[in-house]
């Protein structure tokens, strides 16, 4: 559930034609449906705003899988030049009218990573420099003007994949292709992310930089966010 809730994110942080490529980094609000193998089992809503020279991203997600419904918010915030400064998840899973909450919140402290998981607190020192998921990739492919081919790498900290090791992350622009999106075919800029091992996760984006849908392929289920 974890490393869902992950790739779901990294999948809409990117937040018509494609008549142009994106020259700012977008905020906004933007809602989604949520999709597994055809089925729409949820939605997710997806924040990212700028104030007081902190970017501050906001995921809030619904799933309801028969007998099992999820509820997860993600908050991540980052300086104006990307340097993490709070990761926060918090999940409440409803199973047989049984409740079960968890929740991870990561301060940041240049490399010192201060954890509360509710039930134990911890601090590790990452000696690898990293990121958190924001707004660092988009700034990025802004900055080498989504040339077809490029390729963005930084490690990110990701407290469900690992807790005391950042992980590599990559971004590469693939290029302009037609997608069929509430049966109307438009011309969007796909974005192809790969996370350590999970990989897989089709973006598509249009002119300012906000995500029509993407396409996670994942323990042989396939996952998509369709733009509301």
């Known amino acids: ?9 990294i999948a809409i942080s990117f937040a ?11 905020t906004g609000t933007w809602k989604y ?6 089925a729409d089992i949820g939605s997710a ?9 902190r970017y501050v991203s ?3 997600m619904e799933m309801n899988a028969g007998y099992v419904q999820n509820r997860v918010r993600q908050v991540t915030t980052e300086t104006r030049d990307f340097r993490p400064l709070s990761l926060e998840v918090y999940s409440t899973m409803v199973q047989n009218n049984q409740v079960h909450k968890t929740k991870t919140v990561a301060k940041f402290n240049g490399s010192v990573v201060e954890l509360d998981t509710g039930d134990a607190k911890s601090t590790v020192t990452i000696a690898r420099p990293f990121i958190i998921e924001g707004n660092y990739f988009m700034n990025e492919l802004i900055r080498n003007g989504f040339r077809e081919g490029t390729v963005v790498r930084n490690y990110i900290y990701e407290p469900s994949v690992d807790t005391e090791e950042p ?3 990559m971004v590469k622009v693939m290029g302009i292709e037609s997608v ?20 897989n996760i089709d973006s598509y984006i249009d002119a300012k930089g906000v995500i029509h849908r993407s396409v996670i392929t994942m323990l042989n289920n396939r996952l998509e966010l369709i733009l509301e």
């Open 167 to 169: 992980v590599l992350m």
């Open 1 to 9: 559930m974890k490393q869902l809730v992950s790739m779901l994110l």
């Open 45 to 53: 809503v997806f924040t990212n705003s700028l104030s007081d020279n």
């Open 58 to 60: 906001t995921m809030e």
């Open 16 to 26: 018509g034609a494609c008549r142009g490529k994106p020259s700012a980094i977008p």
């Open 33 to 38: 449906r949520l999709l597994v193998n055809g």
């Open 180 to 199: 069929e999106i509430r049966g109307r075919s438009i011309d969007l800029i796909r974005l192809g992310t790969s996370i350590e091992n999970l990989k």
